[in-house]
């Protein structure tokens, strides 16, 4: 008898018809004689239905109250889904994230796990149960409501995985595992049938949107071995594990786009101790994700600095940094730009294979397509170009590097 987890996203759940399904898929599972817990999305859309009626009330909701809100969505799930599996015969119970022992902390709307406690969860799994548990939801210490933020239940999934020591998690969505590039962009991407935790956090971090990066961690923290796959076939999915040596024969493993980016440029500040410090600090205590940062000294002896994040943080960054420009001197000005894209290329082979950069920086030339920023790190190359260019520099980086065979 195995434990299995199996984490079912808001598309698998979307109507009727595909709860029935992920409940016959779940009967078969149990059938085979293995002890199930399911982790479950809210129904495709309505999670953005719940905060638009929050916004029809306040243009910004309190945050506590839109916790409360949002958490009402995977408990309609589970509750669907418990009713389903009861109309095949299987015993089933639903588990809120309070219920399912997870215990957060963090901001409202934002917030981190801070530890799970299994023991309800063993003992009914141990009276035979079928386990549905709602993911992206757990509660503060207070007792208070707290959600995980987008792509949330795959946290909970890795996490509750990790608690139960489940033998395998399942992470079930809309395609077939992870590709080599977005197919709807790059038409002969293949799916990978490996990958390593590393390469996962890269592409996860960097725009694809199969698994959300902070569960990728969790998993590679607590050695989770999961595998992504289509909850509408049983074809083999994307296993992401441990990296092995033959990983590296691939010198890359696939290439990931994020759009809707931004670039803000600092300029004039003076060349002083602690000026980095007092921009980030500022950005961070708004919670103000950044990406790319670049810092230098101009011919004038003044510095330019310019980081990028999400086009929709843009506004919460220029509110958070005013009072630093007024406190830097009256030489600092800021300039925004929004419309430009990532492109990035993750592969572990990057550390044994020399020339990636050239090999990719020479297609996108040949494209006549201009590139900005570029970061990188041991197994991931990534440059910022116009979003109207993305999916050309996809498509030609995907060809240079032969991913497609």
Do not use: W
Not at 137 to 143: A, L, S
Not at 292 to 309: E, K, P, W
């Amino acid at each position: 008898m195995a434990l299995i987890v199996q984490k079912f996203g808001g598309s698998s759940v979307g109507t009727i018809d595909r709860i029935r399904n992920v409940a016959r898929r779940i009967h078969e599972t149990a059938r085979e004689g293995n002890q199930v817990v399911a982790v479950v999305s809210a129904m495709s859309g309505v999670t953005d239905k719940l905060i638009g009626l929050a916004r029809e009330l306040s243009e910004t909701p309190c945050e506590r109250e839109l916790d409360v809100l949002m958490a009402t969505g995977e408990q309609q799930s589970i509750a669907l889904l418990c009713m389903a599996l009861h109309e095949l015969g299987e015993k089933a119970m639903s588990f809120t994230g309070a219920q399912a022992g997870i215990t957060t902390f963090g901001s409202h709307t934002r917030g981190r796990i801070h530890s799970i406690d299994p023991t309800l969860m063993n003992k009914y799994l141990q009276e035979g149960n079928i386990l549905i548990c709602a993911g992206f939801q757990g509660v503060t210490e207070e007792g208070m409501v707290q959600t995980l933020g987008r792509g949330g239940s795959d946290l909970s999934a890795i996490a509750i995985a990790a608690a139960l020591k489940a033998d395998v998690c399942q992470i079930f969505t809309d395609v077939d595992g992870v590709y080599t590039c977005d197919p709807r962009v790059v038409k002969d991407a293949k799916k990978i049938q490996t990958l390593s935790y590393d390469e996962m956090l890269e592409m996860a971090s960097n725009g694809s949107k199969v698994m959300q990066s902070r569960s990728v961690e969790f998993a590679k923290k607590f050695g989770v071995v999961f595998e992504v796959r289509n909850s509408m076939n049983n074809n083999p999915g994307t296993i992401v594990q441990e990296e092995t040596p033959s990983m590296e024969a691939v010198v890359i493993r696939g290439i990931s786009i994020d759009r809707n980016q931004a670039r803000v440029t600092i300029t004039g500040i003076p060349d002083q101790i602690g000026y980095t410090a007092q921009i980030l600090g500022a950005l961070a205590e708004a919670e103000i994700n950044l990406d790319m940062i670049l810092a230098n000294t101009a011919h004038d002896g003044y510095v330019r600095q310019s980081f990028t994040m999400p086009s929709n943080e843009l506004g919460r960054a220029q509110a958070a940094l005013k009072p630093v420009m007024a406190a830097l001197g009256s030489t600092v000005k800021v300039e925004t730009e929004a419309g430009l894209a990532k492109l990035s290329l993750v592969g572990i082979g990057m550390r044994s294979h020399s020339g990636v950069g050239a090999t990719a920086f020479k297609a996108l030339a040949d494209a006549n397509i201009k590139t900005g920023m570029i970061s990188t790190s041991e197994i991931k190359i990534a440059v910022m170009v116009d979003e109207s260019d993305i999916e050309e520099a996809a498509r030609v980086v995907h060809k240079a590097f032969n991913l497609g065979a």
